[in-house]
């Protein structure tokens, strides 16, 4: 027994199922977003289609999580605040897209406590992309 591999710690991407799992989480989130009437106004933010933002979050949770690099190799570094500055990101965006993204990990049986690290990590970036309103 290779005693090493066995006490690797796995990477959220490892966790979470590889990028499979991260583009079923990707797809249920923006087919959430878009089906459901209390993500309206978080849906309102975005572009008439989904396919680009569902590719774009695809590749940057890849790499968030710690698997490959794909949003960085193709853009460079995120700059997530910088990248949504032109779009109006509220308190009610902000928590729309969080009830979003935290129904999509729970439907999809996203493992605890990753899944758990996971919401409290998206709360924290989801309120410093904020750019109007109060906290």
């Given at each position: 027994m290779n005693i090493e591999a066995s006490t690797k710690t796995l990477t959220p991407f490892?966790?979470?199922?590889?990028e499979v799992q991260v583009r079923a989480l990707t797809t249920?989130?923006?087919?959430?977003?878009?089906?459901?009437?209390?993500?309206?106004?978080?849906?309102?933010?975005?572009?008439?289609?989904?396919?680009?933002?569902?590719?774009?979050?695809?590749?940057?949770?890849?790499?968030?999580?710690?698997?490959?690099?794909?949003?960085?190799?193709?853009?460079?570094?995120?700059?997530?605040?910088?990248?949504?500055m032109p779009y109006q990101i509220g308190v009610v965006e902000r928590?729309?897209?969080?009830?979003?993204?935290?129904?999509?990990l729970d439907e999809l049986a996203v493992p605890e406590p990753l899944r758990t690290n996971l919401k409290h990590s998206f709360a924290q970036t989801a309120d410093w992309m904020r750019n109007q309103g109060d906290a």
């Open positions: 490892e966790q979470i199922g590889g249920r989130f923006y087919d959430l977003m878009d089906l459901e009437p209390g993500y309206a106004q978080l849906r309102a933010v975005h572009a008439s289609t989904l396919d680009e933002a569902r590719q774009k979050l695809f590749w940057f949770l890849c790499g968030w999580l710690g698997g490959p690099q794909h949003y960085v190799e193709r853009f460079g570094h995120p700059r997530l605040r910088q990248r949504h928590d729309q897209w969080l009830a979003c993204m935290r129904q999509a």
